[in-house]
């Protein structure tokens, strides 16, 4: 049964669609993956390839999606079913838009446990706590939040009540409103630390680390990682971009508005590269530290450098921004379900949505301590929804996605949305209906053997 209670909402405007669409894409994975994925893999080896891989496979899986929604003006399970249908197609491509929305719900569940780190070291950070603490004090610092249920769940919950308020509010009064602040303070505080790094050193070693050409380090592994990041980076097979398609007005450049926002969240994310490279460098840390390189070797480097204490507040305070410009696009296709497929409203909607995810995310942190004895393959209740969804529902939702588009809806008159010459044309159908699913293809078999 489907119950439509009011009219669509739509963006105010293209360019708040737009930064919606950069806040969704940049998040942590820019903030927090990219950079130690950049110093696991070679320096500027897996930047290069890195942009050769977003131009033929993020790109067109975004303007997909996007598309897939502005037909549809539903939630993506309703949009897909729709489309199917007027395309002499099954209805059971709605499966594609609900693995899409379970995808971004369960990743919010342990996304937001990753946001309330955050949180919490936006105080340590300002008080000070960091101050004089050597490798073994910070390691200590950390390890001690995570075997705090306490400390984890009140950090949580302060996380998704946060991004509760803001999906609740609306899509234009909350989403784009939140983008629209968010977004531009993000760029301030990352062009500040830029600034001060330019200044205190390590800046120029962390420019050559990150652009120069370095041709020799690019392996099968590195444009394996960089395709994964690529594909993962833009909110691609999460239900986000089909629903913030279904927002979308038709004056809107599907193709123009996709660039803008590859462009944008590629720039953020070498900007996140040169804000955190020259505080490693300059203080004799590893660049190839993996996960930790933001909640425990930048907070060494916090707690000895002049003006530290405010430089790692901003640091954190960035990271946050991120987190949730992410969080509310994760939670919006579950909202936006609920809200046209059930009696509630929007706010009773984000209610059940944000309660649901918020149970599981307790779950999700408690693997960390007292559920720590509990793990299914080696795998703790973390791992495993982290897993589940980049190794499954991700790649084959985003699949799927390309695959109806470029196979299944009627050509022509994706041509004529997309307003594109026949030149323009015959390369946006070899890249649609080949280049980005094979490679899709290869980012599932690799996740999943690996």
Known sequence: MTINKQEHAQWSSGFGFTLAAVGSAVGLGNIWKFPYMVGESGGSAFVIAYLFCIALVGFPILV????????GQKNPINTFSDIAASEGLSRNWSIVGA??????????????????????????????SFVGQDSAAVSATFDGMLASATTLTIWHTVFMVLTAIIVGVGVTRGIEMTAKVLMPL????????????????????????????????ITSDVMLAALGHAFFTLSVGMGIMVAYGSYLG???????????????????????????????????????????????????????????????????????????????SLLEPSVEFLQERTPM???MSTIVAAVVVWLLGIAALLSFNLWSDFTVMGNGIFDILDKITSKFLLPLTGLAGIIFLGWKMDQRSIKQELNLSNGAWT??????????????????VTTLLG
Do not use: C
Not at 271 to 296: E, K, M, Q
Not at 427 to 444: E, G, R, T
């Open 427 to 444: 390369i946006w159908q070899i890249i649609s209906k080949f280049v980005a699913p094979i490679a899709v293809v290869l980012v599932f």
């Open 345 to 347: 409203n929007r706010t």
């Open 64 to 71: 997909a999606e996007w598309l897939i929604g502005r037909r």
């Open 186 to 217: 993000l760029g301030v505080i990352l062009f500040v630390i830029v600034g001060y790094n330019v200044v205190n050193g390590g800046f120029m070693e962390a420019v050559n680390y990150l652009f120069a050409p370095n041709l020799d380090k």
């Open 250 to 328: 038709r004056e809107v450049s599907l193709l123009k508005t996709a660039r803008t926002v590859v462009i944008l969240d590629t720039v953020i994310a070498l900007a996140a590269g040169l804000a955190i490279f020259p505080i490693i460098f300059h203080n004799g840390l590893d660049p190839a530290s993996g996960p930790g390189l933001i909640f425990v070797s930048l907070p060494i480097a916090f707690g000895s450098m002049t003006g530290g204490a405010i430089i790692g507040t901003l640091f954190f305070l960035l990271i946050t921004f991120a987190a949730v410009t992410s969080s509310i």
């Open 99 to 128: 693995t899409g929305i379970l995808g971004g719900f369960l990743i919010l569940s342990f996304y937001s446990v990753i946001g309330g780190w955050a949180l919490n070291y936006i105080t340590k950070a300002g008080s000070g």
